[in-house]
């Protein structure tokens, strides 16, 4: 049978029962391969193709999964794959003995093999392995198809990473460029005289940035204790401490949404030098992105997604008022603030007009500006509003030493010369507690132990924060954080096997399940429309079943999510909606929705949305309950509601 297609679930059975019959055969023939504990290999496939005239006729030990079998009667080829490559190999009965070849030919596609046999080159130059002995070492119960259908589904290749890498070889590669561009910044900091150090992941604050933790809790101590989402306040503490140049390099957990670009815990490099400032961190950052690109892109021309930079260094610099009026028009260094916001608000904002000039200058900045920063470019001095542990500058309180800086469109770290006067930063906690207090729920806690360290003395610091992931996503042209992830987080998927016992007593009876019972004794609805609206005009409404093709969180939109619509024309339909507060976009892709195809296009967040999606809201216990109306999936897209 050919194993090299996608197979059917009950094929898939069937191949299952096959392979584990074969390894019952083994155990009862004392050829156990599971009981064998280590193999002594003499060379790599990589090193073998590297070094072929050093290994021509040479006897070498090898071994690898076998990806390929072509069985030709008394002689045979298959291709193993080691962590280095593929390397085909030669069997015969000949020189195998009709036994040993009889079990080689019992093999299946996936099992682990030890290859023992000379090399040489076939008629057609390639480099094989002549086997003498083979031993099987491994036995795999599970078929690999060709090409995992987890390529058509992502979720499935992310959920299924082993098999991705297994039969992707290019997936692995990115994985290795991640491991090369984490050990070049520890090379060139470690060269700078820097000293990589840990800090706790577990605190009783959540500080050093402006985002919402993960929640745990202390058995022994019984107190709540906070996932960390930054290193930056301990890091701080080691420079007051007297060490004058610390780096560390570790996960970060924030527990907010997920998309192309973000996923709960995700990995950063901080690093802080005393006697420096943002400007030394701009030099920081472009040594290290170069450095990198270098190891792994061989060169500073780089591609992402179709769009071509070069990291050559000096990297373009504009101050946010600078970028601000470069790419809208608007002047934030001589315009008036309420012209200012009328303005920005008739280009698609919704400020009020008592809104303070930083908050007005970051947020058009968000909104207009970033989406236009192919970079690399520096972004400076950003309000000190949305700044709440970087130095004022001297010339514009307004203003802190701070950047950001882009590639690509997308931001990939951020520095500052570091805030060192405990008086402000006291005052800056204490806003932050007011807007904690106002319902922002990522403002930064008071850290009281953070200001004694300053009230010591902190010397003028520079710090700079950069996404490993994000870093990796460039380098390595992936577009998603997932790609660069190895087992980025998932929603849990109830597999059969539980649904199945579920409903079945201890001895294997079908029991058939209560329906759930619901409370809806504390439910309030919306009370019903008294005005009629007649048939013609109702009948106007076009309501269709849609199925999403594809759903990710809209950038710089906590609400929003943007769906893509199989809605039966053929064409792809775009729909935001703004329920990510309940739904995240993995669990959406596939479902059939309902949706109005008929609405004139709106614009948000700088996308049309064509139509809208059905959902059922209620409040419950004073909160807000949506449920966006999903349905049978064998209705078909396109289907019209009456």
């Not at 060709?146 to 992310?158: M, N, T, V």
């Not at 021309?301 to 601000?324: C, F």
């Not at 997308?410 to 806003?431: K, T, V, W, Y």
């Not at 999403?548 to 710089?556: F, N, Q, S, T």
């Amino acid at each position: 049978m050919d194993e090299q297609k996608e197979l059917t679930e009950s094929e898939t059975l069937e191949l299952v029962k096959i392979r584990k019959e074969k390894l019952s055969s083994l155990v009862e023939a004392g050829k156990n391969p599971f009981e064998i504990t280590t193999f002594d290999r003499t060379a790599t496939t990589k090193e073998i193709k590297e070094n072929f005239e050093k290994f021509e006729n040479q006897t070498a030990v090898v071994a690898g999964r076998l990806m390929s079998k072509r069985i030709m009667g008394k002689a045979s080829f298959a291709h193993i794959m080691d962590g280095d490559g593929k390397l085909q190999g030669y069997f015969s009965r000949d020189d195998l003995g009709e036994s040993e070849y009889a079990d080689f030919k019992k093999l299946d596609i996936g099992d682990i093999i030890g290859i023992e046999g000379f090399i040489f080159k076939t008629k057609t130059e390639e480099i094989s392995i002549h086997a003498k002995k083979v031993t099987l070492l491994a036995k795999s119960l599970l078929p690999l198809p060709e090409k995992f259908h987890g390529l058509k589904d992502p979720d499935q290749r992310f959920r299924r990473r082993y098999v991705d890498l297994i039969v992707n070889p290019e997936v692995k590669e990115v994985f290795v460029k991640r491991s090369k561009i984490i050990s070049t910044i520890r090379e060139v900091l470690d060269k700078k005289g820097f000293i990589e150090v840990e800090t706790p992941v577990l605190n009783t604050l959540a500080g050093g940035a402006n985002a919402r933790p993960f929640i745990t809790h202390h058995n022994t101590l019984d107190i709540d204790m906070y996932m960390r989402i930054a290193t930056e306040l301990h890091l701080k503490r080691c420079i007051v401490g007297g060490f004058e140049k610390v780096y560390e390099l570790g996960r970060q957990f924030r527990n907010e949404g997920m998309d192309t670009r973000h996923n709960p815990e995700f990995t950063t490099i901080e690093l802080y030098q005393a006697y420096a400032d943002y400007h030394d961190m701009m030099d920081i950052t472009e040594e290290l992105f170069t450095a990198a690109a270098n190891k792994v892109c061989g060169g500073l021309d780089i591609n992402y997604q179709g769009q071509q930079i070069s990291l050559k260094r000096p990297w373009e610099r504009l101050t946010m008022v600078e970028a601000v009026k470069k790419y809208t028009g608007l002047d934030f260094e001589k315009g008036n603030l309420k012209e200012l916001i009328k303005k920005a608000n008739d280009m698609g904002l919704d400020m009020p007009s008592d809104t303070s000039w930083g908050n007005a200058l970051y947020k058009a900045f968000d909104t207009f500006v970033e989406e236009k920063l192919t970079g690399p470019v520096f972004i400076t001095d950003y309000p000190v509003e949305v700044s709440p542990l970087a130095k004022k500058k001297k010339d514009d309180k307004r203003l802190t030493e701070r950047f950001e800086f882009f590639l690509f469109a997308s931001e990939g770290g951020n520095a500052f010369s570091e805030l060192n006067d405990p008086i402000d930063q006291r005052a800056r906690f204490e806003q932050q507690m007011l807007n904690k207090a106002k319902g922002d729920e990522e403002a930064q806690p008071y850290d009281e132990d953070f200001c004694n360290a300053l009230e010591y003395g902190m010397p003028p610091t520079g710090g700079l924060g950069i996404g490993i992931d994000r870093m990796v996503m460039f380098l390595a042209d992936s577009a998603s954080i997932r790609d660069v992830l190895l087992f980025p987080t998932m929603k849990p998927l109830k597999e059969a096997r539980g649904k199945d016992s579920d409903n079945k007593t201890e001895e294997g009876a079908d029991v058939k399940s209560e329906p759930e019972k619901i409370d809806f004794s504390k439910v309030e609805i919306e009370p019903l429309f008294k005005e009629f609206v007649d048939f013609e005009t109702f009948s106007k409404s076009d309501f269709r079943a849609v199925k999403v093709l594809a759903c990710e969180a809209v950038p710089k939109s906590k609400k929003l999510l943007k769906f893509t619509l199989d809605d039966g024309s053929g064409e792809s339909r775009t729909i935001l909606s703004g329920i990510h507060e309940y739904y995240e976009p993995e669990e959406l892709v596939g479902k059939t929705c309902i949706a109005i195809v008929n609405l004139p296009p709106r614009a948000m967040m700088g996308i049309d949305s064509c139509g809208m999606l059905i959902s059922a809201v209620h409040s419950e216990e004073g909160k807000t309950k949506l449920h966006l109306l999903m349905v049978d999936n064998r209705i078909p897209a396109g289907a019209k509601l009456y």
